[in-house]
C-alpha cells in the first residue's frame, strides 16, 4: 500500500496532488460520513484498477469468517456432526463443523454449521447447495444471511410444494425419487416427528425452478406407496391451515351456573339459585268463602264476577275427591283441617 502512495504521488509531480500531504486520519475524516455503498464502490473500482488493493481486499475477506461459514438447514434428526463434515469436506478442507442439538435432550435442532479454513471452498460448496444427507436433501447458505428475507429467492414461494397423505412407510428417498422426475429437487424430506422419529404422514419438496414445481402439480400420477398423495403450493397449504382456525371470537367457552342448579355428575344442592325465590306455601283461608275471580287484563273485555255462597268441605280420609265442587272448576280450593 505505501509503494503505491508514493507511485501515485511521484505520477502526478510534486504540489500538483491536493492531498500529497494527507495523513491517514485526514482519508479516514473524509471517508467516513460517505455511505457504504459508496465505500463499496470505491474499494471495488479501485481494486479492479489496482492488483495491490484488490490483493488486500481479498486478505482481509478471507480472514473474516463471515465468508467462509455456512448454515446447513433441513437435517435429519439422526445426523451427526461426523457425517455432516463428510458431506461436505469434498469442496476443501474444513475448519469446523457441528450439528447443534437441544441443551435439555441432547437431539439435533434440524441444523448446523461448517466453516471452511479458505473462502473459495465456501463457494465451491454453495454452487451446489442441495446435498442428500442421511435420507434427507439438505441446503445450505453463507451464515450470515441465515433464514432472513433477504436469502430467501423470491420465486421460492413457486417453488416449494406441501406432499400430504404419504404412508407411514415412505422414505424420504422415496419422495425425492418420486418426484425427481419433474426436475432438479434442491430441497426436500418427509417431515419427521421429533421424539419418535416416526413420519407424520407429509413432507415438502422445493424445486430449483418453477417449471419443475407446475409439472409436479400438474401430473395426474398422485399415487406414492400404495396412497393417493396431495400435491400443492406450500403457501397456500399454510395459508389453508390459518384460515381454517375459528376467530378469537369463536371459541367456545363455559359460562359459568349459578349457585343451587344441577350440573352434570353433580347432586343437586337443593339451594335456590341466587336472584330466584321459590313460591311460598299459601295458607288456608280463615273462612270457608273463596275468593272473587281475578279481573281479566286488557285487551280482554272485563268480565262481571259471580257471588259464591259459603260452604265447608269435610275432611275425606281417603284423599281429595276427584274433581273440585260443582260450578267452581278452575279455582284453587282448600280442605278445611
Not at 142 to 167: F, H, M, N, T
Not at 285 to 311: G, K, L, N, R, V
Request: some cysteine; hydrophobic content about 35%; aromatic content about 8%.
Amino acid at each position: 500500500m505505501e509503494d503505491l502512495k508514493k507511485r501515485k504521488i511521484e505520477e502526478e509531480g510534486n504540489g500538483q496532488n491536493p492531498f500529497a500531504d494527507s495523513t491517514e486520519e485526514k482519508l479516514r475524516s473524509l471517508l467516513d460520513p460517505l455511505p457504504k455503498t459508496q465505500l463499496v464502490d470505491l474499494l471495488a473500482k479501485l481494486g479492479s484498477q489496482y492488483p495491490s488493493i484488490a490483493e488486500e481486499i481479498i486478505s482481509i475477506a478471507s480472514s473474516d469468517p463471515v465468508h467462509r461459514k455456512l448454515f446447513v438447514r433441513g437435517l435429519a434428526w439422526n445426523t451427526t456432526s461426523e457425517t455432516l463434515c463428510a458431506a461436505f469436506e469434498m469442496h476443501g478442507e474444513i475448519e469446523e463443523g457441528a450439528v447443534i442439538v437441544d441443551k435439555t435432550t441432547g437431539k439435533s435442532r434440524g441444523y448446523g454449521f461448517i466453516t471452511y479454513k479458505d473462502m473459495e471452498s465456501a463457494q465451491a460448496a454453495l454452487k451446489a447447495p442441495s446435498k442428500l444427507i442421511d435420507g434427507r436433501m439438505a441446503a445450505c447458505n453463507l451464515a450470515c444471511e441465515g433464514l432472513s428475507s433477504a436469502s430467501i429467492p423470491p420465486d421460492q414461494a413457486q417453488r416449494k410444494l406441501y406432499v400430504g397423505g404419504l404412508s407411514p412407510d415412505t422414505t424420504s428417498e422415496m419422495l425425492l425419487f418420486f418426484f425427481g422426475r419433474h426436475g432438479e429437487i434442491e430441497e426436500g424430506s418427509v417431515a419427521y416427528d421429533k421424539d419418535t422419529n416416526k413420519s407424520r404422514g407429509f413432507g415438502f419438496v422445493t424445486y430449483k425452478t418453477v417449471e419443475a414445481a407446475r409439472k409436479a402439480i400438474d401430473d395426474p400420477q398422485k399415487t406414492l406407496g400404495g396412497r393417493n398423495i396431495t400435491v400443492k403450493l406450500a403457501d397456500n397449504h399454510k395459508s389453508k391451515m390459518l384460515q381454517s382456525q375459528p376467530p378469537a371470537a369463536m371459541v367456545p367457552v363455559q359460562i359459568p351456573m349459578a349457585s343451587g342448579y344441577a350440573q352434570g355428575g353433580k347432586a343437586h344442592s337443593g339451594a335456590a339459585p341466587v336472584g330466584y325465590t321459590y313460591p311460598q306455601p299459601v295458607a288456608p283461608y280463615a273462612s270457608a268463602a273463596y275468593p272473587s275471580h281475578p279481573t281479566a287484563a286488557a285487551p280482554y273485555p272485563t268480565q262481571s264476577q259471580i257471588p259464591y255462597s259459603s260452604f265447608a268441605i269435610k275432611k275425606d280420609s281417603l284423599g281429595p275427591p276427584a274433581a273440585p265442587p260443582t260450578g267452581l272448576s278452575g279455582y284453587p280450593y282448600y280442605y278445611a283441617k
